[in-house]
């Protein structure tokens, strides 16, 4: 279960570098040993050739030795053959013993040459000879046996030299395989008489090889089993002069073969060359095939014969001690390999353990387990680091989590309150429409679509003194800042309005209050009108907004708008006041950006044109018409992609036709007190012819007077004489009158000022204060405008 | 008729069986030890050839030292091995030898030597090994003829003198010796072998023989004994594996000091050399011409005082 893993390589990081340990180890393992098992498998061969050479060496010596004891026993014993000469019998003694001396003499013989002795016949030859362990004797030659003829007796005499001969079988003689040492004998004149020689089994020789043959075959050979693989097994051998085998473990070819007999049946000349070679007496080794086995053959001559001793070794066994030395360094090295492999496998298990446990802890932390508990790690390693890093990992996670928490507490908290902030915006906006239901001259309706939930548009409207102040606006940026800025703007919008009917003048005053300290760099664009609905003309003042549509019949134009500059950008700036006549059931629309940019999903824009044609299409519709169409139109232009700015419109319908005039006078007088005289007997004259009854010409008279007082008093500088305008205009349904009065003094607008505290002495009243209290007391509405460096100041009355 | 076909049958066991009983038993000299020289006569021994004629042939091998004609001089065989050129001298000098069988057609004697001998003269003065049992006759012939003045080392066995360098050349059958010499680790060369045959020495070798005065009283026995034997080469001739296993037999029981290797090398020059030149096979008959030249050699050096005709050798 396990190994099946670990051989599995590249699973799991420990398998992967054990593997890897393995793998390396293995290889240097692999070199060092090969290197080791090679030095010492030469250093094997080396030793093992010195051993055979050894060997061979020591047999050599010791059939060296044996043979030389034959040659020095039948040496020594010439000058005996000598002295006996004249007594040929005597011989037999002689020979006798040189066998009794020498137990490796199996045989010796004196033989004379054909005739030596003439009543000895032709052949005269003593021989000794052992017989089941007595010493025999007979006289060698006989018609069986011309000893002249063999080959101990010519070689030695043919050469005139010592010899041995090669073994033979002697069938006439010692009925055994023997070899021969034959020693010519010389008289006194140099002449060959005859031969002197000594017999020596080969039995013995075999024995010897055989001894060496013993302790060169660790297994030990088989006796003389003939059908015995030789190839496989060491043995040695000597072959002759003529290459015949004189000693082989193979009994067969002991005289039979010679070394040629099978080495020349091969095509491999090698075997051959090896015979060559020791045949001429080298000493030397081969590596050869014997019958297919591959070997070694060690061979040197013997010394005192012509033979060679060969001692041939398959290489198996010469390298059997350095195959037995390489098994054990293989098994030396699996072995090592285990331990390191085990050794790695613990190590790294060990090592890699708390991994596996960080792991779990991991997807534990991931399951949002934050305090999930870690691996206890008690080194000081690279895993209290991994440890340290995990639990730093783990506190700065809960801190971060906890903070996300808050957040989005806050955020929740932030949201509801923008919800509330969303409320309270859009409840300072009006929204009950028609707003004047009771007014047939004026027809409002607006919307505001916020893209968030706090918007930065704004428009606004309501009537003071017979005129509607109106404003669309729109603050950059979106959200609370923006509705922040919306707020203050509205709220300047209606406090500033309150007491200023020039648009120029409320939007400068607006700029100048959120310009102060406007570090957020907030701006709003911002469109500001004021309609004095009996007459339909309309003061407007544009802050950087959009210029609004004017709508007359088929007649659609923009309104013709100066841009200036947006709230907020610049204090102090000075804004434009422009002026416009709205004819009875014309519309001036209002607008955002969010209109004309809304983008459907392609991020087309709605745009102007588009615009235009919708307005143009619901031209005699009201105002109510003409902003839901638009909203639908704007709808099927972006086909419900996401709304991405708010949308505001705020469409106005002036629907005052011009009043029919009863009454319409005018006086003209000039700024001195003297001058009031004439106007009070204007307005008793203008009342009277309008039937007004005397209570109320008193009080319209009071209040005239005072407006015109004011203008005398305060208008002009001391000492300029300039004209004032009073003129008297009455309409019928409703019955009413309204004085103009018109001057070209400085600007001064009295309905700008607060009502006055009555409570306070006369002295210390401002000026105008209690005056202006008093009109607006009497009249229904006091309406100032400065047009033209002219001060005009209307004052109405309903009569009843 | 059946009646008569029975006892027919039974005529022959009988007659056979009475013959197996009374085998005729006599002796063959082969020339020399045990080898495939004689192969025919191993075969017809072992295969029953003899048996077959009601022979016990029974075989003696000659001393090393000793010729062949020797036993058959002292009657202890009857019937012998030998060399034409040595069976004429023998016949030439009162002892008439019948040849009952040529065996070999051709000389294979060659001279080998330690020194390189193309012609005969390159042997002049040399010391060269003989047999000491005879059929030397060329190499006396050759030495007359050349004058080289050899000296002849006779030696009973084979190549040992040679091959001690006691001697500077030897005489050697090509079947035999010569290969015996490789064996033994010589590296001749083509200019150190002699042929005989090649000098004009060619004179048919191993024949079949008895004295005139055997085959005169057992003409019936010698022509059996000739048959089988040449019965007994031709099954050899046609068996050459199976009659190698017979001569090694003959070589074990004989305690012959050889090897297989060397003995099939001798069957098959032998077999080589039984091919009559003109006829191109094994005749097993004398060539007349052969035997003038025999005479001629033999009268040269006045071995024989008079020709021996072919009848004489062949009929008494």
Redesign the interface.
């Known amino acids: 279960m396990k190994l099946p893993r670990l051989l599995t390589p590249s699973r799991s990081f420990s398998a992967k570098i054990t593997w890897r340990v393995i793998l390396t180890v293995f290889v240097i393992f692999s070199i060092i040993n090969y290197s080791i098992y090679r030095t010492t498998r030469n250093g094997i061969l080396s030793e093992a050739i010195e051993r055979y050479h050894g060997m061979a060496e020591a047999t050599n010596e010791q059939v060296s030795s044996a043979l030389g004891a034959v040659e020095v026993a039948l040496t020594n014993n010439i000058p005996i053959v000598e002295e006996n000469l004249d007594e040929p019998d005597n011989l037999y003694g002689v020979v006798k013993r040189i066998l009794e001396l020498n137990p490796n003499i199996i045989g010796s013989a004196v033989a004379f040459e054909p005739n030596y002795y003439p009543h000895k016949g032709i052949q005269f030859s003593p021989y000794a000879y052992r017989d089941n362990g007595e010493i025999k004797f007979k006289q060698l030659g006989t018609?069986?046996?011309?000893y002249h003829?063999?080959?101990w007796y010519?070689?030695p005499k043919?050469?005139d030299r010592p010899?041995w001969?090669?073994p033979?079988?002697d069938?006439?003689g010692g009925e055994m395989t023997m070899s021969t040492y034959s020693v010519p004998l010389h008289n006194k004149d140099g002449k060959i008489y005859g031969v002197m020689t000594a017999d020596i089994s080969l039995e013995w020789l075999t024995e010897t090889l055989h001894q060496l043959d013993s302790i060169i075959i660790n297994r030990g050979r088989q006796g003389n089993n003939n059908s015995i693989d030789i190839a496989d097994n060491p043995y040695s051998f000597i072959i002759g002069?003529?290459?015949?085998y004189i000693v082989h473990p193979i009994r067969d070819?002991i005289?039979?073969?010679?070394?040629?007999?099978?080495s020349?049946?091969t095509a491999d000349t090698l075997d051959d060359h090896i015979?060559?070679e020791m045949?001429a007496g080298k000493k030397a080794y081969q590596r050869f095939v014997n019958k297919d086995v591959d070997s070694y053959i060690f061979y040197s001559p013997i010394r005192k014969t012509?033979w060679a001793m060969g001692i041939v070794v398959p290489s198996d066994d010469l390298f059997f001690a350095a195959r037995v030395m390489g098994a054990i360094i293989l098994a030396l090295m699996i072995l090592g390999l285990l331990v390191v492999f085990g050794i790695c496998q613990k190590l790294l298990n060990q090592v890699t353990k708390p991994l596996v446990r960080f792991a779990g802890s991991v997807n534990e932390i991931s399951a949002g387990n934050f305090t999930a508990a870690l691996p206890e790690i008690k080194t000081k390693d690279e895993m209290r680091q991994l440890y340290d890093s995990f639990k730093l990992m783990q506190t700065s996670l809960v801190s971060q989590i906890n903070e996300l928490k808050t957040v989005n507490e806050e955020k929740g908290r932030i949201e509801g309150e923008l919800h509330i902030a969303r409320a309270i915006q859009m409840s300072m906006l009006p929204k009950i429409f028609p707003p004047y239901p009771d007014r047939d001259d004026i027809d409002i309706y607006a919307s505001l679509t916020p893209a968030k939930e706090v918007g930065g548009d704004l428009y606004d409207f309501y009537i003071r003194d017979e005129k509607l102040f109106f404003c669309v606006g729109d603050v950059s940026g979106k959200g609370v800042p923006a509705s922040l800025i919306m707020a203050i703007s509205r709220a300047l919008f209606r406090t500033v309005s309150a007491h200023e009917s020039n648009p120029a003048k409320i939007i400068s005053t607006i700029n100048d209050v959120v310009s102060v300290d406007n570090e957020s760099n907030m701006f709003a664009t911002f469109f500001l009108g004021v309609l004095d609905l009996p007459t339909g003309r309309m003061r407007y003042c544009n802050a950087g907004h959009n210029a609004p549509v004017f709508v007359n019949g088929e007649d659609v134009h923009f309104l013709n708008v100066e841009s200036n500059i947006p709230l907020g950008v610049m204090s102090g700036f000075n804004y434009e006041v422009q002026t416009v006549t709205m004819p009875y059931k014309s519309n001036i629309f209002l607008y955002t950006d969010g209109l004309t940019e809304a983008e459907n999903a392609e991020h087309c824009l709605y745009g102007e044109e588009q615009m235009i044609k919708t307005i143009q299409q619901c031209v005699d519709g009201s105002t109510k018409d003409m902003i839901l169409r638009m909203e639908q139109s704007v709808a099927n232009h972006v086909l419900g992609a996401e709304q991405s700015d708010d949308l505001t419109m705020l469409d106005i319908q002036y629907l005052r036709k011009q009043d029919e005039v009863i009454m319409h006078r005018q006086l003209v007088i000039v700024n001195k007190l003297d001058e009031i005289t004439r106007l009070a007997e204007f307005v008793e004259s203008v009342c009277e012819e309008v039937t007004i009854d005397p209570s109320l010409t008193m009080n319209l008279n009071l209040a005239i007077e005072e407006a015109v007082t004011n203008v005398i008093l305060y208008a002009y500088p001391e000492g300029i004489e300039d004209r004032i305008y009073i003129e008297a205009v009455c309409n019928p349904n409703p019955r009413r009158i309204k004085f103009i009065i018109s001057d070209w003094g400085k600007a001064f607008d009295p309905t700008t000022k607060d009502d006055v505290d009555i409570t306070l002495s006369a002295e210390d009243r401002p000026i105008g204060g209690l005056g202006i209290h008093l009109i607006r007391q009497i009249m229904d509405s006091v309406n100032y405008e400065r047009v033209e460096g002219k001060n005009i100041l209307t004052l109405r009355k309903k009569l009843t | 008729m059946k009646k008569v076909l029975i006892i027919g049958l039974l005529l022959m066991t009988f007659g056979l069986h009475a013959q197996s009983l009374k085998l005729e038993k006599v002796v063959l000299t082969p020339s020399w030890q045990a080898q495939a020289e004689y192969a025919g006569i191993y075969v017809a021994e072992a295969r029953g050839f003899y048996r077959d004629v009601g022979l016990d042939v029974q075989l003696m091998h000659p001393?090393l030292?000793?010729s062949p004609i020797k036993y058959l001089k002292d009657g202890s065989a009857q019937f012998v091995i030998n060399h034409l050129l040595s069976a004429l001298k023998e016949t030439g000098n009162g002892f008439r030898m019948i040849n009952l069988l040529q065996i070999s057609q051709n000389s294979t004697q060659v001279i080998v030597s330690h020194t390189p001998i193309q012609r005969p003269e390159d042997l002049k003065n040399n010391?060269i090994g003989i047999w000491?049992s005879g059929f030397t006759e060329l190499v006396y012939l050759m030495n007359q003829e050349h004058n080289l003045n050899m000296e002849f080392?006779?030696?009973?066995?084979n190549?040992?003198?040679f091959?001690?360098?006691?001697?500077d050349a030897t005489i050697a059958m090509k079947y035999n010796e010569y290969y015996?010499l490789?064996?033994?680790?010589l590296?001749l060369k083509e200019d150190q072998v002699l042929s005989l045959a090649n000098v004009g020495y060619n004179i048919p070798e191993d024949g079949l023989y008895v004295t005139a005065d055997y085959f005169r009283a057992n003409r019936d026995l010698c022509e059996r004994v000739a048959n089988a034997t040449r019965k007994g080469w031709e099954w050899a001739a046609e068996h050459p594996e199976e009659a190698l296993d017979i001569v090694m037999e003959a070589t074990k029981k004989y305690?012959v000091?050889?090897?297989r290797?060397?003995q099939k090398w001798m069957l098959e020059k032998f077999l080589d050399s039984m091919i009559a030149n003109q006829e191109g096979k094994r005749t097993y008959v004398l060539d007349p011409s052969a035997l003038d030249e025999a005479n001629q050699m033999l009268l040269s050096m006045k071995l024989i005082q008079k020709r021996i005709t072919y009848n004489e050798l062949t009929e008494p």
């Open positions: 018609d069986e046996y011309e003829y063999m080959d010519q070689i043919l050469l010899h001969s090669e033979y079988y069938s006439g002069k003529g290459a015949t070819r005289m039979n073969e010679t070394f040629f007999s099978y020349q049946l015979g060559y045949l012509e | 001393a030292s000793t010391r000491k080392i006779p030696m009973v066995n190549i040992n003198l091959i001690s360098g006691a001697i015996k490789m064996m033994a680790g590296r305690s000091n050889t090897n290797p060397a």
